[in-house]
T-cell receptor, first 112, second 113 residues
Framework: QKEVEQNSGPLSVPEGAIASLNCTYSDRGSQSFFWYRQYSGKSPELIMF????GDKEDGRFTAQLNKASQYVSLLIRDSQPSDSATYLC????????????FGQGTTLQVKP | DAGVTQSPTHLIKTRGQQVTLRCSPK?????VSWYQQALGQGPQFIFQYYEEEERQRGNFPDRFSGHQFPNYSSELNVNALLLGDSALYLCASSFGTGNSPLHFGNGTRLTVT
């Protein structure tokens, strides 16, 4: 079992729709969760982080965390073609502070 | 406010050679982490430096080594390069060794022929 799992996609949504990206993690004690966006050929860019159960909203982005289910998601409302990128989920382990573990990423395609 | 800077941007080396990659952290950050990202994969943790010491290490062989300087900048050295070392090498900085967000540089694209 991978430590952080994501569906590689591609996830294709029409412009203006809600894109839902999902991630599961194996370490039940994990406390900190991050979403990065990576455009092709570029480096990852931090877009959201969440530490507590529930939802956290920032503009068109909402991160959702359910520690009991070991599940974190990212919702992108009013998706734009410029949102087309790979979205990386990352988790810090509970017993290995400092080692941020990434999933393989989900490729999102927003079609005009 | 300067972000994380990495050099060089691109590098082509021959199998068996050695390479040194450099990183300057974001202003105010004192911790540097290095990642390797193969095409189509997520970044893989190599190691983390704090207070000039290696604090955490991922599953990489001893051919991968590093250093952190008193000004918090860092180097990644890879010896005896293999074709499989071809990847995007990412440096990320943060403050302290807690669970703070990492901020990435633009990366160094290493090609081993």
């Amino acid at each position: 079992q991978k430590e952080v799992e994501q569906n590689s996609g591609p996830l294709s949504v029409p412009e203006g729709a809600i894109a839902s990206l999902n991630c599961t993690y194996s370490d039940r004690g994990s406390q900190s969760f991050f979403w990065y966006r990576q455009y092709s050929g570029k480096s990852p860019e931090l877009i959201m982080f969440i530490y507590s159960n529930g939802d956290k909203e920032d503009g068109r982005f909402t991160a959702q965390l359910n520690k009991a289910s070991q599940y974190v998601s990212l919702l992108i409302r009013d998706s734009q073609p410029s949102d087309s990128a790979t979205y990386l989920c990352a988790v810090y382990h509970s017993g290995n502070t400092g080692k941020l573990i990434f999933g393989q990423g989900t490729t999102l395609q927003v079609k005009p | 406010d300067a972000g994380v800077t990495q050099s060089p941007t691109h590098l082509i080396k021959t199998r068996g050679q050695q390479v040194t990659l450099r990183c300057s952290p974001k202003s105010g950050h004192d911790t540097v982490s290095w990642y390797q990202q193969a095409l189509g994969q997520g970044p893989q943790f190599i190691f983390q430096y704090y207070e000039e010491e290696e604090r955490q290490r991922g599953n990489f062989p001893d051919r991968f080594s590093g250093h952190q300087f008193p000004n918090y900048s860092s180097e990644l050295n890879v010896n005896a390069l293999l074709l499989g070392d071809s990847a995007l090498y990412l440096c990320a900085s943060s403050f302290g060794t807690g669970n703070s967000p990492l901020h990435f540089g633009n990366g160094t694209r290493l090609t081993v022929t």
